[in-house]
């Protein structure tokens, strides 16, 4: 039996990797560095070969348009190797990812969904990192609550879905334990940081031009600042329980997260 991490290289993939392998399972991972491009299906030949589970976490999003397509490729594909298991990586509330999910299903590989909500690493290793080390978190979100979850519950999630008996069909909705405003998070990451940050409302057009002052590049810049304006319209203003269901345990807090973060240097 050999696990398999598509996106190991990742934010989640990683952390999924490394719970398996400190469990002693066997596992590989597949990106572009180990020659799986999802850009060429060319390339994923022998991606699930000797595989019986695996983690899916397609990058940048899968709420983005052609997505779909891929993910059923991929899902027959698995289905055709043997694969008795899959678990995906989602995000609630986005209508782009609920086709995703469904193409990947139609191969007909038993497949657990985590739809997630905003990671709360999304501050401190990816898109919002650099708005927080400014102190200014300059996004066009509205006056809306987001339960922010934490990377190492969604981790510690999919292990169990990937590892635990049975052939697993569901979906499961993770979120953090609270509903937070980008305001309200901006106070917590300046209390554990020391330094002020704060929040500021701005145009899509404003937030893609810090984006790009960050790094993020334009085609992913675009479809990203739309999602605050999609998804923060108030269908996720409510908490969902996957990691207690998964876990039997609370789901982490953001100030727990924000301490952490801040003590591994991650604004320094
Ligand atoms: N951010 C959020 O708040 C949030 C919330 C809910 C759901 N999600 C979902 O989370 C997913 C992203 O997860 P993540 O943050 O763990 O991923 P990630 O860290 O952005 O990326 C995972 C890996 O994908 C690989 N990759 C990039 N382009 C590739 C390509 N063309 N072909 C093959 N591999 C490629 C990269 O490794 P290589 O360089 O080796 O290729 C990268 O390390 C998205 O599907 C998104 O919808 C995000």
């Keep these: 039996m050999t696990y398999l991490i598509i996106g190991g290289a990742g934010r ?122 400014r102190g200014c978190l300059r996004l066009p979100a509205p006056d809306v609550p987001e339960a922010f979850v934490d990377l190492d519950d969604v981790a510690d999630a999919a292990f169990v879905a990937l590892t635990r008996g049975g052939p697993g069909n569901a979906t499961y909705e993770l979120s953090g334990p609270e509903l937070l405003s980008f305001a309200d998070a901006a106070a917590i990451l300046s209390e554990a940081r020391g330094v002020p940050a704060r929040f500021e409302a701005v145009d899509v057009s404003t937030f893609v031009e810090d984006l790009a002052t960050d790094g993020i590049p334009a085609e992913e810049a675009e479809p990203l600042a739309h999602l605050f304006t999609d998804i923060l319209d108030g269908r996720n203003a409510h908490l969902v329980h996957g990691v207690e269901q998964l876990l039997a345990r609370p789901a982490s807090s953001l100030s727990s997260y924000a301490r952490r973060a801040a003590a591994a240097g991650a604004w320094s």
């Design 12 to 133: 989640t993939g990683s952390r999924v990797l490394d719970r398996l392998t400190t469990a002693t399972l066997p596992v590989r991972s597949a990106s572009r560095r180990t020659g799986f491009d999802w850009d060429d299906d060319e390339t994923w030949g022998g991606t699930f070969r000797d595989v019986t589970a695996a983690y899916v976490c397609f990058t940048p999003d899968l709420a983005f348009p052609g997505v779909p397509e891929k993910l059923a490729a991929l899902g027959r594909l698995a289905a055709a190797s043997g694969v008795e298991r899959l678990v995906l990586l989602s995000g609630r509330g986005e209508e782009g990812a609920r086709a995703s999910e469904a193409a990947l299903r139609e191969g007909g590989v038993p497949t657990n969904v985590l739809r997630c909500s905003w990671f709360q690493q999304n501050f401190s290793e990816h898109f919002l990192a650099g708005p927080v080390q």
